[in-house]
DNA sequence: GGTTTTATGTCAATATTGCTGACATAATAT
DNA sequence: ATATTATGTCAGCAATATTGACATAAAACC
């Protein structure tokens, strides 16, 4: 056989290093989410109420369409964690002024403090692994991730202002 | 105030990059599930089973131990997916020949044929990524990832041949 | 001004994935 | 002979997601 596809590919796209990227995919993702997930479940939410609270503190007053957006999961099961959280205190719904059909979203203290906490995990584990691997894997790191991403996920990452 | 941080942080550590991480890692992970998803939907299996079929084609005749430790998962629920692939002939059991106790899992025809779909896809979206971003950037992605898993996940990464 | 579309919410039924706890069997190790 | 290990299974529970159907209020269109 003598290897044809070493001839055709580069050493860095053999198979055994796509499978080995697959891998790095799961385990990261995995332990990544995993500690936020256990500070969820005490308090009787989970992965989904994080990303809630993640994007929302991050985009203060968007609406529930724009989180549907983004999330891409169907309103019905954005309802039941959204309900939730609005009823426990931790995200307020405000009418929108120029349409007043829209409901939006903003955390409220208690909201932003749950969201600095489970961020604050994942953000020093990202620094961490950053300063370990240096500015130039990072770009790297980024460039893989934007490819490895669908070309309508990309836009969630256009730099208007850098 | 004078931006703080931005004299102890350089700057691929602001926290707008450490937030961009985290997304980064958010939409990457679902879009890269995705299209597997669906092709398991068809066939009245999820993303667990996908899990179980893939490692085990990676690794044919692993014990079920050893399969529970790299997916971190209890054995009961590892318990039902792997029972519903070994009724549907997608996995085989073999009993140990060094340790009898010991039930050696391997891809039928199948599972192999199931296994391939599925990863065919997840590599050539690997591959695309990879090529676009150049061998360094991926030396890049890789250094992060690790950085971002648990040490314990660590050890799967471990090159003994390279 | 009447019709259509949009933004949002809700009810009901279902599937998948995960958990804990409890118990069982067979085989290996001490 | 006893303890531990590898594996399996039953039962119950919770979270996340789905589809489909229907409802309301407000904006947009003609």
Known sequence: MAEPKSIVNPLFLRDEDLRQGIELLFFAYRDFTARGDAILA???FGRAHHRVI???GRHPGM???ALLGILAI???SLSRVLSQLVREDYIVQKTGVADRRQRLLHLTDKGRALEAELTSEQRARIMAAYKDA???SVEGFRKVMLGVMEPASRKHFQTPDK
Do not use: L, M, N, P
Request: hydrophobic share 35%.
């Open 42 to 44: 005490k308090q009787h």
């Open 54 to 56: 993640y994007f929302v």
């Open 63 to 65: 609406t529930v369409s």
């Open 74 to 76: 169907t309103k019905q």
């Open 134 to 136: 240096g500015a130039v």
